[in-house]
């Protein structure tokens, strides 16, 4: 029989369990069901504030500066690890000037807009941690601390000379190809136009707050914030705790996604009273985090970080290894991670490969469950708290708090299921089943809209050769590039994130691979004096390499209860959006490509580069 890899081994369900789990699984996905899908959601910069401006700039630190009409080697959009990554690696390839644009005041992505109490990030930070290897850092816990994060992002932006040209509270509006003279102006909201011979844009996956668009959510009159835009000024304290704000307040939380699962247990120490509105609950696995020191992790060897972190991503790309260096439960769950993947090692026989990891997949479930019964002491909420679905419908979530926090007197888990989550919003609260629950405060962790950063979404137009707009060119065929990062009639233009290509949960990993190949790509191109441009024939060969093999999880998303990743429960349709080998192999594939073709991609350029 075919076996799943390093998945957990726990007691396999009987043929009758498996039967009955898949009947309650259907009933609970129905219970969740909504008709109006992704349209349930409204964006945060509506009139009633809810993205306010950057809380982490003083006014005066974002004033008005002279716009650039300049001219620089490489534009950068995004001052994520994206960005930072690209930038570092075209320094190490001897670029000269490169100018990160970023709309935060800062460097850091999603880790400057994120400090909500008790951020974390849940996979290890000495394999998330980019750049351990060439900075000499050694993270300090086993997850790090956001902070911490936020702060290697500045290491690494420092080191590698970032400051020096970026420019920050700034946001690209547009990128235009000038053929005349073969560059990009880019344009910003800050009446910027400069010159770039080459953009690499990374402008994040899950960084547009949502809200769920509740009837009378802008009624309320007490006070109410998204969790990336956490408001330390009303309720005191800092990412650590200590929030003496709260303490005579009645606090609602809405979201029970890996966000709230880390703001909820910080909640349930410093508030007066917590409901918590879940409409679905999400499976919480052990953290065990802990301190961790440079022998822990072999921090004395040259390339310890590489080797961790290589290792990781095998595991979780479903390739055999010979170690498990991490070993925690993402890699120990890492068989059920190939639906939750488009790209993800396949074995062996299909129908055999399915039984398997389903019977896997109940184990697993089975053992999520127990852990909330095991402590969890008021029986109902236990009930309540059990995720009903397989487990790549939904991100997996790691906290040794977060069901603690429901044996507390002041918490109260309001199950919002039965109405496809709460109902209304009151000027003083929340109703859920007719019951109105008063609330001083309203927090909202729903999360971020997909696909709505940058390029992909049409928010940043780009235009091409004959001033075709890039999303215009695709409309009716779908995305086509090369890898995933450069497309016919828009030369120089490197695109990072996750489109045709291949991630993976460990995605500053992944960042970190495309930015070497993104200064790879700038490299040879100057040492060419040549535009980097596919031609349409690699992009065909490249959508069928990716069409070829392609998992069937069609079936399987459109199963499952709804969430971001099956569009609300509408399914997830297939094609090629992914190399289906993983992201292992695809970083080896790039590898070999860099060695053996990639003058494919190195065009003539006309007119010669003048600046
Ligand atoms: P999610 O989108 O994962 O969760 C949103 C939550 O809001 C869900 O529980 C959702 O319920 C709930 N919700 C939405 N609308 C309603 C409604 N009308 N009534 C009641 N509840 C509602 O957002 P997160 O911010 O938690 O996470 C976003 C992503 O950020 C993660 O998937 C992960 O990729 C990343 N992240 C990573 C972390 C890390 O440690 N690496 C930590 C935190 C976030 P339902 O499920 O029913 O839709």
Redesign the pocket.
């Known amino acids: 029989m075919t076996t799943i890899p390093h998945t957990a081994s726990h007691q396999a369900p009987s043929r009758e369990e498996l039967e009955a789990l898949r009947q309650r699984y259907r009933a609970e996905r129905e219970r969740?069901v909504r008709p109006d899908g992704v349209a349930?959601y409204q964006a945060t910069d509506a009139e009633f504030g809810y993205y306010a401006a950057d809380p982490y700039v003083a006014e005066t630190e974002a004033a008005d500066r002279e716009p650039l009409h300049d001219t620089v080697d490489v534009a950068v959009v995004g001052g994520g690890f994206g960005g930072i990554l690209a930038g570092a690696r075209l320094r190490q390839r001897g670029v000269g000037s490169v100018r990160i644009v970023e709309t935060g005041g800062d460097f850091g992505g999603t880790w400057y807009w994120n400090r909500y109490p008790g951020i974390?990030?849940?996979?290890e930070s000495h394999v998330y941690l980019p750049m351990l290897d060439e900075t000499g850092y050694v993270p300090e816990w086993k997850y790090a601390p956001g902070e911490e994060i936020r702060r290697h992002a500045v290491r690494v932006a420092r080191r590698s000379g970032l400051y020096e040209d970026a420019l920050f509270s700034t946001s690209v509006t547009a990128l235009t190809l000038d053929e005349a003279t073969g560059t990009w102006v880019v344009a910003t909201d800050r009446g910027d136009a400069f010159r770039a011979t080459y953009v690499v844009t990374s402008t994040g996956t899950?960084s547009t707050p949502k809200l769920?668009g509740?009837p009378g959510i802008e009624d309320f009159k007490g006070h109410t914030f998204h969790?990336s835009r956490w408001d330390y000024a009303y309720t005191g304290g800092t990412p650590d705790g200590g929030m003496t704000g709260l303490a005579d307040k009645r606090v609602g939380v809405?979201?029970?996604?890996?966000?709230?699962i880390?703001v909820i247990p910080m909640l349930a120490q410093d508030a007066g009273h917590v409901h918590v509105?879940?409409?679905?609950p999400s499976t919480v696995d052990v953290r065990a985090n802990r301190r961790t020191t440079a022998r822990d992790v072999g921090a004395d060897r040259e390339g310890w970080a590489h080797e961790r972190r290589e290792n990781y991503l095998r595991i979780v790309s479903g390739e055999p290894a010979d170690q498990d260096l991490v070993a925690d439960r993402w890699t120990e769950s890492a068989g059920l991670l190939e639906k939750l993947l488009p790209s993800f090692r396949r074995q062996g026989d299909r129908e055999a490969f399915e039984a398997a990891y389903e019977a896997a997949d109940a184990a697993k479930m089975n053992e999520l469950r127990a852990r909330v019964e095991q402590t969890v002491t008021d029986p109902d909420t236990a009930e309540r708290l059990k995720p009903w679905y397989r487990y790549a419908c939904?991100?997996p979530t790691f906290s040794d708090q977060y069901y603690d926090a429901f044996n507390r007197d002041n918490v109260t888990l309001v199950d919002?299921a039965d109405t496809h989550?709460?109902e209304r919003v009151t000027e003083h609260g929340v109703v859920v089943g007719g019951t109105t629950y008063e609330l001083d405060c309203l927090i909202f962790?729903?999360?971020?809209s997909v696909g709505t950063s940058g390029v992909l979404s049409g928010k940043l137009p780009v235009h091409g050769r004959g001033g075709t707009q890039l999303l215009h060119a695709w409309a009716s065929r779908g995305p086509r590039t090369l890898h995933g990062f450069t497309s016919n009639g828009f030369p120089n233009l490197i695109q990072m994130g996750s489109l045709q290509n291949a991630s993976s949960v460990n995605f500053t990993h992944v960042l970190d691979e495309q930015a070497v190949h993104a200064a790879a790509l700038v490299a040879a191109a100057e040492a060419g004096d040549a535009l980097v441009e596919p031609s349409r024939e690699a992009e065909d060969a490249w959508l069928a390499a990716l069409a070829e093999d392609a998992p069937d999880h069609e079936w399987f998303h459109a199963e499952c209860t709804?969430?971001?990743y099956n569009r609300e429960g509408r399914g997830r349709p297939n094609g090629p959006t992914a190399y289906p080998h993983g992201a292992h192999a695809f970083h080896r594939l790039l590898k070999r490509w860099r060695e053996d073709s990639m003058t494919e991609v190195l065009q003539p350029r006309t007119p010669t580069k003048d600046r």
Do not use: E, N, S
Request: hydrophobic letters at 25%.
């Open positions: 969740r349930q974390h990030c849940d996979i899950l769920p509740i969790t809405v979201g029970t996604g890996a966000t709230g880390q509105f879940q409409r679905t939904k991100r919002t989550g709460i962790a729903t999360g971020f709804p969430g971001y």
